[in-house]
Every structure is written in C-alpha cells, then in structure tokens.
C-alpha cells in the first residue's frame, strides 16, 4: 500500500486541529512490542492519535526480536493515514549474549526470584531492559530520524495536545522528557551505582556542569535514592544515546554483565545518564501530557491545564506527589 504521507516526517502536514503550522520535527513513534502484544498496541494507537497525532501524521516504527504477523501488521495499519514501518531487531542487540555465565545468570535470577520481584526469573524481560538501554536508537529504521516518543502497548493518553512536543523540545533545546518519576526496585540493581560511580571516575570529564545528581542522591551522589524517569514513556533526542558519552557508558555497563546477572531496567540506566551527563535544563517534565501505564498515571492538577486539555482524568489520582513518586526530589533541584 502506498503510504498516505511520505515516510520523511519533516515533510509539511496539512495544518489540522492543534497542528496549526504545519511544520514537524524528525521524529517518529516508537513502539517495542510483540505480536501477542496487539490488543495492547491498537489501544495505545488509538489513543495516540486521538489525543496527537491525527493532527501531525508522525509515523510510526514498530520493532520486535520475531517477524511481524499479517494480523499485527493489520489491525495497526487500520488506525492510521501515518505511514508504518514494521522492523526486525537484529539477534545480537536482543538476545543474551555468549559471554554471559549462564550459571551466574540463572543463579541471580532465582536470588531474585526469593525476594517476590516482578520479572525476576525472565529473561525476555531481561533481553528486552539491555535493547532498550543500548541499542534501539541504532535500528536501521530509525536511523533517518532525530527523535523518538516511546509508546507501549495498553498505555492511554488523557489530554488533548495543543502543541507538538517535538517541536516544543527542538526549540527549547530539550533533550530528554517524562511524565512520571518514581523509585526502582533496589534489588534490580544492587551493583548498579557502583558501576555508575566506577565509569564516573574514569572518565569524569563525562559529567555535566549542572547536572541533575540532586534528583538521584542525597548525599551529593554516594548513593542513590533510585529515582528515576519511568521510561516507558520518552520523548527524547537519539543523538543523545548515539553519542559517544552515552555509547561509551553503556558499553562499561553491559560489559559487567549486570543486564542479566541483575536485572538492570532501561528506565535507571537512561535516566542516570540523563540526569549525569546532561545539564539539568535539558531535561524536562511534560506537565500538559496526562499518561497512564498501569498501575500509575500522570493527570495534570492544574486545573486550567486540564481543561485546556480536555483531559477527563481523574486528578486524584495523579502520581505526582504520591508516596512512590520522585517529584519531589526532580522539583527541589530547581530551587
Ligand atoms: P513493564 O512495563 O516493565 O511491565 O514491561 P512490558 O511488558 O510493558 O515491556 C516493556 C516494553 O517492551 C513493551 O513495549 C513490551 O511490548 C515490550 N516487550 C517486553 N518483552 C518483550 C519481548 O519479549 N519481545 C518484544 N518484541 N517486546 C517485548
Ligand atoms: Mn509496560
């Protein structure tokens, strides 16, 4: 089938709804998923379009570790005039390496498994955590563009967007934005931190001036608090990850073995590095955008925002301030 609009995303869009301008960035929408995952990902299509995109045409790439069936393909491509792409992950960037010692492996797994964590015996999980780290953004398809905005199956967008994101982050030199910050497993990661501070001191020239350590630490960056951003929601900049910082960091990290003797989530690797190697002004949080991904949702409490956005959720129930949420600590390196 011929795509609706051409697969270049920077090419002009009829001026629609909140699109007034026509104009868009080089981004498209990102989703991870498998094909049992498409009840989920047709949710979150619909959603996305109804609250975005169907004004601004983004297009969308798919990524999986198996081939695609007819039946994803299908029920995807019925939700939207944005041109699809459908792509396979290379074997190498999803399966657990040789060089892994499957008996420590297995060993950390069950360590984990004790201790009642969710996805502690998976290792799909596991595969999945170390490409989203390393290795998404280096995907021939999306090569072409500049920025992602990660959407998962059976999330729900809550406000209608009277802005581009993409837009508003290119033209306020943004790099990397979240809607819900809260606190990581520490039995996920117990050398993470470690591992951290050893790449730190070997190349501290890596660190930013200004850089957001307050959201991650208490004590000036000896420990860490387990902040984090919750990564299934991103919009961010992917010359960030493809640069050598960032490239250099994941490389120290993976080569620990931690995405699988421990169970490292994408969500803390990307966000001490943003948080580390960024100035704390890059980073920024979308009050505007109301996102649920269960069990947690971000609702704007604002009551103007959420008119403005139509938004309907129930504000009550915003993460923001709740007792798992790292708000705080993202708010208090601003004053
Ligand atoms: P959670 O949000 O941490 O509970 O983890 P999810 O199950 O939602 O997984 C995170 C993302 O990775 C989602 O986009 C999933 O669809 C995707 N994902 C998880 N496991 C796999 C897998 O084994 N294969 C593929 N292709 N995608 C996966
Ligand atoms: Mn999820």
């Keep these: 089938?011929?795509?609706?609009?051409?697969?270049?995303?920077?090419?002009?869009?009829?001026?629609?709804?909140?699109?007034?301008?026509g104009r868009r960035a080089n981004a498209t929408l990102?989703?991870?998923?498998?094909?049992?995952?498409?009840?989920?990902?047709?949710?979150?299509?619909?959603?996305?379009?109804?609250?975005?995109?169907?004004?601004?045409?983004?297009?969308?790439?798919?990524?999986?570790?198996?081939?695609?069936?007819?039946?994803?393909?299908?029920?995807?491509?019925?939700?939207?005039?944005?041109?699809?792409?459908?792509?396979?992950?290379?074997?190498d960037w999803w399966f657990q390496p040789d060089w892994i010692d499957e008996s420590r492996a297995t060993e950390g797994r069950k360590k984990m498994e004790e201790q009642g964590i969710i996805?502690?015996?998976?290792?799909?999980?596991r595969n999945m955590c170390r490409f989203n780290s390393g290795f998404f953004f280096r995907h021939e398809l999306l090569a072409k563009y500049r920025w992602y905005w990660r959407i998962e199956p059976d999330v729900s967008f809550h406000c209608t967007l009277s802005f581009?994101?993409?837009?508003?982050?290119?033209?306020?030199?943004?790099?990397?934005?979240?809607?819900?910050?809260?606190?990581?497993?520490?039995?996920?990661?117990?050398?993470?931190?470690?591992?951290?501070?050893?790449?730190?001191?070997?190349?501290?020239?890596?660190?930013?001036?200004?850089?957001?350590?307050?959201?991650m630490s208490e004590n000036g960056g000896q420990d860490y608090n387990m902040?984090?951003?919750?990564?299934?929601?991103?919009?961010?900049?992917?010359?960030?990850?493809?640069?050598?910082?960032?490239?250099?960091?994941?490389?120290?990290?993976?080569?620990?073995?931690?995405?699988?003797?421990?169970?490292?989530?994408?969500?803390?690797?990307?966000?001490?590095?943003?948080?580390?190697?960024?100035?704390?002004s890059k980073i920024h949080f979308f009050n505007e955008i109301g996102y649920e991904h269960p069990p947690n949702q971000h609702c704007p409490s604002d009551d103007d925002v959420w008119r403005k956005g139509m938004c309907g959720c129930d504000q009550s129930k915003t993460h923001d301030y709740g007792p798992y949420s790292c708000q705080r600590q993202w708010d208090r390196i601003f004053h």
């Design 1 to 21: 089938a011929v795509p609706a609009f051409p697969i270049d995303s920077t090419a002009n869009f009829p001026p629609v709804g909140g699109n007034s301008t």
């Design 30 to 91: 990102l989703m991870l998923a498998r094909n049992s995952d498409v009840q989920g990902a047709v949710q979150s299509i619909r959603s996305i379009e109804d609250r975005f995109n169907r004004d601004y045409g983004y297009p969308y790439v798919f990524l999986n570790e198996e081939p695609w069936t007819d039946e994803f393909k299908k029920r995807i491509s019925a939700l939207t005039r944005a041109p699809i792409e459908f792509g396979v992950i290379p074997h």
């Design 119 to 125: 996805y502690a015996g998976s290792v799909s999980y």
């Design 164 to 215: 581009d994101p993409f837009l508003y982050m290119e033209a306020q030199d943004k790099v990397y934005a979240f809607t819900i910050a809260l606190y990581e497993w520490s039995a996920t990661i117990p050398t993470l931190w470690d591992t951290v501070k050893d790449f730190t001191k070997k190349y501290p020239e890596t660190v930013a001036p200004d850089n957001a350590m307050g959201f």
């Design 227 to 280: 902040c984090h951003f919750w990564s299934n929601f991103e919009i961010a900049d992917m010359n960030f990850w493809r640069g050598e910082t960032y490239m250099k960091f994941f490389e120290f990290l993976d080569k620990t073995g931690g995405f699988y003797y421990e169970r490292w989530g994408d969500a803390p690797v990307h966000s001490i590095a943003a948080s580390l190697f960024l100035p704390k």
